[in-house]
Nanobody, 122 residues
Framework: QVQLVESGGGSVQAGGSLRLSCAASGRAFGAYDIGWFRQAPGKEREFVAAISRRADRTDYADSVKGRFTISRDNGKNTVYLQMNTLKPEDTAVYYC???????????????WGQGTQVTVSS
């Protein structure tokens, strides 16, 4: 098993930046592919970005391409989501998730964090 804890959320004005962190504990962090998801009020949770265990592959939702960057530091057991040029529609609770299968990270990851709130004001 792996335990995930997100941090770095907060309130920011449109055009600003935030960096989210996802710290992991438990089984070897390097064995997991990691994804970021978000859920806005009244909406379904949606995929944001994913990174493979060796960081040799990343994927992004179209809505965040060119603005968000996912990265990881396996030595620190941490995955990051750098969010730039934030928009009010990025407001949501952001979750990180882990799975040993990269394809499953997109749709049905096995492990989830508790989430961190991001609020972008216009």
């Amino acid at each position: 098993q792996v335990q995930l804890v997100e941090s770095g959320g907060g309130s920011v004005q449109a055009g600003g930046s935030l960096r989210l962190s996802c710290a992991a504990s438990g089984r070897a962090f390097g064995a997991y592919d990691i994804g970021w998801f978000r859920q806005a009020p009244g909406k379904e949770r949606e995929f944001v970005a994913a990174i493979s265990r060796r960081a040799d592959r990343t994927d992004y939702a179209d809505s965040v391409k060119g603005r968000f960057t996912i990265s990881r530091d396996n030595g620190k057991n941490t995955v990051y989501l750098q969010m730039n040029t934030l928009k009010p529609e990025d407001t949501a609770v952001y979750y990180c998730a882990a799975d040993v299968s990269y394809s499953d990270v997109f749709a049905r990851p096995s492990y989830w964090g508790q989430g961190t709130q991001v609020t972008v004001s216009s």
